[in-house]
T-cell receptor, first 109, second 114 residues
Framework: LAKTTQPISMDSYEGQEVNITCSHNNIATNDYITWYQQFPSQGPRFIIQGYKTKVTNEVASLFIPADRKSSTLSLPRVSLSDTAVYYC??????????FGKGTMLLVSP | KAGVTQTPRYLIKTRGQQVTLSCSPI?????VSWYQQTPGQGLQFLFE???????NKGNFPGRFSGRQFSNSRSEMNVSTLELGDSALYLC?????????????FGPGTRLLVL
């Protein structure tokens, strides 16, 4: 199964840009990279997905280098409500998402 | 469009009992996946159903089973409950046609086994 490696935790302050990098050295050719956000006792919420280069939506950007062995989720101007666990994962099969440990982001005032 | 719904939201059972959890996917979605989340093991894939057939299965004992109905609603059952089955059980739905599709998660069912 494809595996990802992310920092266990990160700290930031309100208004700052946060970049969370994920390593996925054994990514397969047809894998997509997907990021989810999860608040305590809630289901994960889809943030963004990409295959290569850069993807941007209304909440985040995803940067993927040419070799696709890593990716970086960028959250612009975070707020307190962005405090959550962020998961990087690869869609490696039909509807079977393999979650890692995730990154606990703490945003302080 | 309504999101994924799960019932019940909270459940308390005792060891040896069995439990059935329900999941209603987003309208039009034919794939339903189930996950177990615990502090120690994190989010783990249980199984996935597509068009009433189990298409994928994770590494869980046979006490964990599921099914999907013709309207895509799904149930999972855990028999002979153990203390270690206490967890947040999440279901997610997607169209089910391509592996890169977004999965949408429900709020989960919190199961406590005493």
């Amino acid at each position: 199964l494809a595996k990802t490696t992310q920092p266990i935790s990160m700290d930031s302050y309100e208004g700052q840009e946060v970049n969370i990098t994920c390593s996925h050295n054994n990514i397969a050719t047809n894998d997509y990279i997907t990021w989810y956000q999860q608040f305590p006792s809630q289901g994960p919420r889809f943030i963004i997905q990409g295959y290569k280069t850069k993807v941007t939506n209304e909440v985040a950007s995803l940067f993927i280098p040419a070799d696709r062995k890593s990716s970086t989720l960028s959250l612009p101007r975070v707020s307190l409500s962005d405090t959550a666990v962020y998961y990087c994962l690869m869609n490696s099969g039909y509807s079977t998402l393999t979650f890692g440990k995730g990154t606990m982001l703490l945003v302080s005032p | 469009k309504a999101g994924v719904t799960q019932t019940p939201r909270y459940l308390i059972k005792t060891r040896g009992q069995q439990v059935t959890l329900s999941c209603s996917p987003i309208s039009g979605h034919r794939s339903v996946s189930w996950y177990q989340q615990t502090p120690g093991q994190g989010l783990q894939f249980l199984f996935e159903y597509f068009s009433e057939t189990q298409r994928n299965k994770g590494n869980f004992p046979g006490r964990f089973s599921g099914r999907q109905f013709s309207n895509s609603r799904s149930e999972m059952n855990v028999s002979t409950l153990e203390l270690g089955d206490s967890a947040l059980y999440l279901c997610a739905s997607s169209l089910g046609r391509d592996h890169q599709e977004t999965q949408y998660f429900g709020p989960g069912t919190r199961l406590l086994v005493l």
